[in-house]
Every structure is written in structure tokens, then in C-alpha cells.
């Protein structure tokens, strides 16, 4: 089960009718790119509206989400529609009375609907909010067990990876380690029958290595003084006739067995070995543990037999040096397929991203470029680019390149010359490139035709993407005798002097 589809109404920029954003996703690795403020976030939140999110976060409707019409007027309702394709038999089997049948696709659509009941957002009841499914949104209301399962896990931009991995009541590693299978294996300890050696403990379970803990740190001489010389030095003299005051030296957990391991799971950290990157010892900066959070969220995903796995990320490359964001997109996308042989299941990861280098890593089909509150896919059956086209991009659109996808505008040359030339041609004629975002793709006299098609739409109905090309192609001009000395034309009335055809023409005088 994947996220196919969102349609996104009277949310931020995007609006109602025409101006409402609709966007499709692939099963493994979608990129959402573009300038800043076009509406990358605004997506990610929409999905964690609708999907909600796992962890501790605390997601609710605010009063600026309401999309401002041009007339300055604020919308009264908010509409998210996300399509869920690709179910299994037991997922269909689970989410049975609320599946959508169109022609021959069964898919699980969650429509969530806010309106405004009042101006003010400081009265009582200012929000109403109904999640329900259908594809129009009017079948039966979704229960919050079963949102539950449709739960996302959602990695916010800037993320301060070290706190989220460190111990803590209701810690982030907790949770991920409640939900590995192997972590309820093993026995528990009895102190009627102590452990006799190394092997044995071996085979105790986390509890029962909790309780082993206690049971010998409430033995020691040290714990075992301090607790007699409190009960018998001071809370004695502080008792009643009949009430008897005694301390206990302890470990502190308390409850059940579920809720000692979930105390116990609260106080793990998990940290990075010592390694030969320079760091020093016990110290690493934001983005390795940024690398290591991310490795604890797909596992998680990946080993869970329900739900829906699809990991949100903002900005995947927050902290990383080039090199490692090439190294995070492999990752990424491995994790995104089934591999043979793996336990794992397939992840879904949908991000946002600034980079160039993730957007040159990353295969063409899988980008959507927002721009203008609508979204531009990529894919095969989106752009004016053949199968040719992709295996060629694919192997040569690499990060000085792939700035194309964030300029306002982009000329494309095919030399170094016209690339180091053109910006200084610019700034005298008082037209500085980097001031109004105009890209220089130097494609070095290779494919100038396919880089200028990834943005010419095959529905010429849908309005274009706002971001004027211009091809600076060389005239490749040979000398007057070049023609004649290289036996291309026979005299001087062959047709070929002027044949359209050709790629280039020697001129004559």
C-alpha cells in the first residue's frame, strides 16, 4: 500500500477550483522540488493533516491555513483527499468497509474536511473537523485505530537528530525499539533461582535482565548500608505508635511487566562507535546522527508487518557534506524497493529537498517540480522526453546541471566559453544572472535538444511551467575551402551548400 494521490483545496497557496493543487506519487523515491515558498511543506503538512504522523508531535488546523483568496477574503473550509493504491489482500481484508471501488482499482481514499465555525480561533469551538473516506468524501467517518495504521513518519527540516535519539520519557528510540518483535524474547528473572553464569543471562529477557540489575545492586554493601542506617537512624525516630516507616533503596520502574520495559526502553541512547572520520570520541556533529536517525526510522518502517510504511522527510540533506547526500539517495532508494532475500518491507519516501545533488541522483520520472501553486511531474507520460531522452539524462544530468530544476530562468550552452562569457556579457548590459536566478547549464556540445524538452508538457491544455529556456547552439562554421577539400560537395552549383538538412553550413562569400 502506497500514497498514489493528494488533492489539496483552500490549504496555504493552494486554492479552490482551478487553483487547487493535485499531485501524484511513485511507489518508491518522489523528490518535490522547486523555489522556496512554492509549496513544498505545504504538501508534506497536508499528507500529515490527513495521515497524521507518528511520535509525539501535536497536529492541529491553525487559522492561517485557510487559503487567502486574491480578494483578500480567507477560505471557510479546508479539503484533503490522499489516495491509497496498491493494497494487499490482508490490507484489503482490514480496511474492508472502507475501500473505493473505480472500474477495476480498489483503493482506500481518506478525505479530510476543516471548517470554520467562528472568525475568532480564541472561542471554544472555532473548528470543526471530520475525517471520512469515499472518493467523495462522504462514506463512513474513519475511526482513530485505523488512522492509526495510516500513520506516517514524518522527519521535520533542521531535525536535531542527537535529541531525538537520546534517552527520555517517551524518547523517539523507545518507541522504534518497541516495535521490533525479538525485543519481548527471552525469560524473565526469578531470584528464588539466581543466575549461576554468563550464559544464563544470556537467555533473560530485558526485563529479566532489569530485574537481575536490581536484585544485585540492592545487594551491595554500599546500597545495603545506606538503606539500614536511614531506616534505622532516622525513620524510626520519625514513626507513629504502629506505623512503621521504611525506605527502600531501589532501581525506580514500577507497574507491569509492559510498562517496566517501556521505562526501561526510555532510558536506552542510542549513539555512534567511535570511527576514524576525525570526530572525537563520543562526539559527532548534526549530520551523522542525522544519517543514524534515519537508519532507526526505516528500520522501523521496514519491519512493521502493518500499516502504512511512508517516511516524510523535509530537507534530507540538513548537514550533510555532498558526498554523504549521493550516499543518503542510494540509501534511500534502496530502501524504496524489495529487495530478494530481505525481510524488509518496501518504504515509500516522499521529500522536499534544495539540492542538487539529491536532484541529480535521484531518477528524472520520480521529480515533481512545484512552481505557482501547481505541480509539474516529471515522468514519461508528462514531458515532450522519449525513453532515449531519460537513459541519457539519467546518465549526464549531474549536479551542474541539475540547478535547472530551481532556476526562474535557464540558458543552455554548449561550451565552456559561452558559460564563462554570457554572466559578464550580462552585468554590462546591467542584466546580473545570479541577481534574477538565471541558470548557465553547460551541457558541453551534448544533448541540447533533450535538456531543453524536460520542461515542454505533452498536455499543451495544462499551463506551462513559467521558466523561459533559451538554447545557445554554436554555428560550428567551417572555412570557405572546407567543404570542397573534404569532397561534401562537388562543385560549386551542388545543392548541398545549401542543403536545410545539415547540421551546420559553411557560409561563402
Known amino acids: ?112 474536511t476543516a471548517r470554520r465555525l467562528s472568525e475568532s480561533p480564541g472561542v471554544r469551538r472555532w473548528l470543526d473537523v471530520s475525517v471520512r473516506c469515499g472518493i467523495d468524501g462522504t462514506g463512513p467517518t474513519i475511526e482513530s485505530s485505523v488512522r492509526e495504521l495510516l500513520a506516517s513518519t514524518y522527519l521535520r527540516p533542521l531535525r536535531d537528530a542527537e535529541r531525538e535519539m537520546s534517552p527520555g520519557r517517551g524518547s523517539r528510540l523507545s518507541q522504534i525499539l518497541a516495535n521490533v518483535p525479538e525485543i519481548n524474547n527471552g525469560a524473565p528473572f526469578i531470584e528464588t533461582a539466581p543466575v549461576a553464569n554468563i550464559a544464563e543471562l544470556k537467555n533473560l529477557s530485558l526485563v529479566g535482565l532489569a530485574d537481575y540489575l536490581r536484585h544485585v545492586v540492592s545487594q551491595h554493601s554500599g546500597i545495603d548500608s545506606a538503606q539500614n542506617a536511614i531506616n534505622a537512624q532516622y525513620l524510626s525516630f520519625l514513626s507513629l505508635s504502629g506505623d512503621s516507616l521504611k525506605g527502600k533503596i531501589d532501581i525506580s520502574e514500577g507497574g507491569n511487566e509492559k510498562a517496566r520495559l517501556r521505562q526501561l526502553l526510555e532510558r536506552l541512547e542510542l549513539c555512534l562507535l567511535e570511527s576514524t572520520s576525525g570526530a572525537a570520541p563520543g562526539r559527532y556533529g548534526l549530520g551523522s546522527n542525522n544519517l543514524l536517525y534515519m537508519a532507526c526510522e526505516l528500520l522501523l518502517l521496514g519491519r512493521e508487518p502493518e500499516g502504512l510504511p511512508l517516511l516524510l522527510i523535509e530537507e534530507p540533506e540538513a548537514h550533510l557534506h555532498p558526498q554523504r547526500q549521493l550516499r543518503l ?181
Open 1 to 112: 500500500m502506497y500514497l498514489s494521490r493528494i488533492h489539496i483545496r483552500n490549504f496555504r497557496q493552494f486554492g479552490d477550483d482551478d487553483s487547487s493543487l493535485q499531485v501524484s506519487f511513485n511507489e518508491g523515491v518522489t523528490a518535490l522540488v522547486g523555489r522556496n515558498d512554492s509549496g513544498k511543506t505545504a504538501v508534506i503538512d497536508a499528507i500529515r493533516y490527513a495521515l497524521l504522523t507518528r511520535g509525539q508531535d501535536f497536529l492541529r488546523i491553525q487559522p492561517e491555513d485557510f487559503h487567502i483568496r486574491s480578494d483578500g477574503k480567507q477560505a471557510d473550509n479546508i479539503q484533503i483527499r490522499c489516495t491509497l493504491s496498491g493494497l494487499s489482500m490482508d490490507e484489503k481484508g482490514a480496511f474492508a468497509e472502507y475501500l473505493s471501488f473505480d472500474a477495476n482499482n480498489v483503493s482506500l481514499v481518506i478525505s479530510l
Open 329 to 509: 539517495m542510494e540509501f534511500l532508494s534502496k530502501a524504496a524497493c524489495k529487495l530478494e532475500g530481505e525481510a524488509l518491507r518496501p518504504v515509500q519516501v516522499i521529500m522536499t529537498t534544495h539540492s542538487p545533488n539529491l536532484a541529480s541522483k535521484i531518477s528524472l520520472q520520480n521529480i515533481i517540480i512545484l512552481q505557482g501553486g501547481r505541480s509539474f511531474s516529471l515522468a514519461s507520460d508528462k514531458t515532450e522526453l522519449e525513453l532515449g531522452d531519460y537513459r541519457f539524462l539519467q546518465r549526464f544530468l549531474d549536479v551542474t546541471k541539475a540547478n535547472l530544476f530551481f532556476a526562474h530562468g535557464v540558458i543552455i550552452v554548449e561550451g565552456d566559453a559561452e558559460a564563462i562569457l554570457l554572466p559578464v556579457i550580462a552585468k554590462l548590459l546591467d542584466a546580473d544572472l545570479t541577481e534574477q536566478g538565471v541558470s548557465i547549464v553547460n551541457v558541453g556540445s551534448t544533448g541540447l535538444r533533450r535538456y531543453s524538452q524536460i520542461f515542454q508538457r505533452v498536455d499543451k491544455a495544462q499551463q506551462p511551467l513559467s521558466v523561459p529556456i533559451a538554447c545557445l547552439a554554436d554555428m560550428d562554421v567551417m572555412p570557405d575551402c572546407a567543404p570542397q577539400e573534404l569532397d561534401i560537395v562537388e562543385d560549386e552549383n551542388d545543392a548541398k551548400w545549401n542543403n536545410p538538412k545539415r547540421r551546420w553550413k559553411a557560409i561563402r562569400v
